[in-house]
């Protein structure tokens, strides 16, 4: 995967500062597996819908993983991750289905603990620790849980749990399988955040404030 990057970038003179990856369900799973391994590679990371890297290594591991959530300690892979390749900056948006038959939520969480621990701050196992910022806002009929964390005030993970949403890509044509039509746009989202934060070596983007917001009746999305 890596050499066709390289390969493409050449060929399309893509700006390497701004190379990004997203993917959905095993897809996601994939993307985060890729990412974290080579996380200089790529200045921002999307996940809907999927697994942490090193979250299962077997079928039924793979299985019981989307089910319950992993068992494995995905924030130690992270932070190995981190030791391997130096101080890098890899943050990483995942957006969750709350009402997900098939990947179950805890595993939102496993993808967070894990971008933490890549870059820099302190996570351990599948459980973050309490997020720096949380809003609520609604898109259309639904409600969208964000949550942000930060290490050394800038941003690592943003976690979007979308109420109402199951294994779907959100915003997408309802006419296909595995995509919602329903509002808020996935596509949006991810773009938005890659904009916003997914620039590698071209200066780092302002800091997030450092300030926690819990709007009337918002909740942390658990």
Known sequence: VLAQLDEVCGLLAVDARRTWIAGLSSGAALAATIA????????ALACHSGLAAGAARATHEAREAMARGTTRDVAAIG????????EVRLPVLVIQ??????VAPANADALVAQAIALNGGAASGTTPPPPDAETRRPFGDRLVHRADWLVD????????????????WSGGDAGQDYFDGAPPEATE???????SQGRRDAGRPSPVPH??????????GH
């Open 189 to 195: 989202l991810i773009l938005d955040f890659f904009e």
């Open 79 to 86: 932070a190995g991750a981190r030791a391997a390749a130096g």
């Open 153 to 168: 005030g800038m941003l690592a993970a943003r976690r979007l749990r979308i109420e109402g949403l199951g294994h779907a």
């Open 97 to 102: 289905g709350a009402a997900d038959a098939a």
């Open 36 to 43: 974290v391994h080579a996380p200089r590679r790529f200045a």
């Open 211 to 220: 300030t926690t917001s819990h709007p009337t009746g918002a909740g942390n």
